[in-house]
């Protein structure tokens, strides 16, 4: 229940900054984008979005105790929306994303499991494609109770 919480804090502080923070209000989307990812959200692997949807694939790795990492093949959909430029030296805006994913337990209770797992976060852009996300994940899996964990991450994407 702390980590729920938690998430929902971090999310509505982020909601109120970017208002604030916002140095344009009439921001797009690039037409299309190539991102890399190299921690958690929405997995540590490839993503493509054209204008607001997006696909992506990778290996996503989670705490769901202490010292103790679950891993997954992940696989997923989604929609980006609000986008606002938050930084100076950001060339592309910042946004709120939600996904719907795919996974496939590599370990431990989850092993050769199906779970599905839907998330919402954001992403701030930092600098030329250089980006940090902040975000919470449900998790659900056949004979295991639903977990809520955050999803931080840092990537770097190539827009065209």
Request: glycine share 10%; with cysteine; charged share 20%.
């Amino acid at each position: 229940m702390l980590r729920l919480r938690f998430c929902i804090s971090v999310l509505f502080f982020v909601n109120f900054s970017f208002e604030l923070l916002a140095k344009e209000t009439n921001t797009s989307f690039s037409k299309e984008e190539v991102g890399f990812n190299f921690f958690r959200a929405p997995s540590i692997g490839g993503e493509y979005r054209r204008d607001q949807f997006s696909v992506h694939a990778g290996y996503y790795p989670t705490n769901f105790e202490s010292g103790v990492t679950t891993s997954f093949y992940k696989v997923g959909v989604g929609y980006w929306f609000l986008p606002r430029v938050l930084f100076e030296s950001a060339d592309h805006p910042s946004s709120f994303y939600t996904y719907f994913s795919y996974g496939r337990g590599l370990n431990l209770n989850y092993e050769n499991k199906d779970a599905f797992m839907y998330e919402l976060g954001y992403r701030f852009m930092l600098w030329r494609g250089l980006s940090f996300r902040f975000g919470a994940i449900g998790l659900f899996a056949e004979g295991e109770s639903a977990k809520l964990n955050p999803t931080p991450s840092i990537g770097y994407s190539v827009f065209f």
